[in-house]
């Protein structure tokens, strides 16, 4: 069964209602044909939607919560032993190496076993247990991607369903693991009801009132993201109408975010998702997991046969050049203009 999550939104200001927003929701059980026609349409319309009954067992999901928010409660000097994040380990407001900035702390880490148990270590008082979940919880959630992608193929009538996720699934990929902790966020002299700290409202500037910026706007470069958070709001993306609408939080499911190299490998078919995450009023911290699916760094990035055509609108390129791209810029900024083909017809 494929549904969507009615939200209603208000514009704020004049109180005009507007069209209410679906979240995409796709059934992992469902047939196979239906699904990979409603991620292919998810993927063309927003760039974005949530997966249910996706398979990754729940006792994997909060094993992994637990291990993260253990780290996160402990204090500022023993979390700092395992920082500053370059781009690995724990860091703190700063992100990424050119002045942007959240409110927020986090872990990133390589997405492989060794790297992660090497790691362990500066994480957890029990290093061998923190590597175990660890692991467990990339390797289901990497299958869960893998999967999507197949799917994907599938619904581009791709006859290789493989050609997305074998860039992942190879040994030598370049995925990361990203948990992010937003601490509490109260306004001063709060007097906004309980509904609205459900985050059921949005707003249409860059800088929304009673909130404050958690992760800055910006465009994930890898293939797919597959987000997991707590109950908490904050989650916003920008839709093709040039409104930022808040994600309602599932922490039973998974969100999909298409990445920058995914819109490349589908010739712009697929944009990827602009999004940001807003403190809203809360009493509680918001704590999302993050797996960035990305291939090996001499991975070429190039739309297959069936997708590409005269009209090609990126030159093929190495996921490791693009990486230094990426790494080189703001988070705001549009890294694939710089791959660009500017002699398409």
Known sequence: MVVATPSPLIRRGNKKKTAAFGVP???LSDDKSIASEMIVKACEDYGFFKVINHGVPKKV?????REAADFFSRPVSEKGRA??????????????FNG???????????ANTLSLSQRAKN????????????????????????DILELVAEGLWIEDNSIFSKLI?????????????????????NDDNQDELNNNHWDLSPNPSKSRVGFGEHTDPQILTVLRSNDVSGLQIYTHDGFWIPVPPDPNEFFVFVGDSFQALTNGRFTSVRHRVVSINSWKSRMSMMYFAAPALDAWISAPPQINNINNIYKPFKWGDFKQIVYSLRLADSRLDYFKNHTQS
Not at 61 to 65: D, K, T, V
Not at 83 to 96: L, Q, R, V, W
Not at 100 to 110: A, V
Not at 124 to 145: E, G, I, M, Q, W
Request: aromatic share 12%; charged share 20%; glycine share 6%.
């Open 100 to 110: 942007d900035k959240g409110d927020l702390e986090y872990i990133l880490l390589e």
């Open 61 to 65: 999901i909060a094993r992994m919560e």
């Open 123 to 146: 994480f957890s008082n029990d290093p061998s247990t923190f590597s175990s979940v660890t692991n467990d919880y990339v390797s289901a959630v990497r299958k869960l991607s893998c």
């Open 169 to 189: 699934s190879n040994s030598h990929n370049d995925s990361c693991f990203r948990v992010n902790h937003y601490p509490p966020f109260i306004t001063p002299n």
């Open 83 to 96: 920082g500053p994040a370059a781009p690995f380990g724990y860091g703190s407001k700063n992100i990424g």
């Open 25 to 27: 929701t796709i059934d």
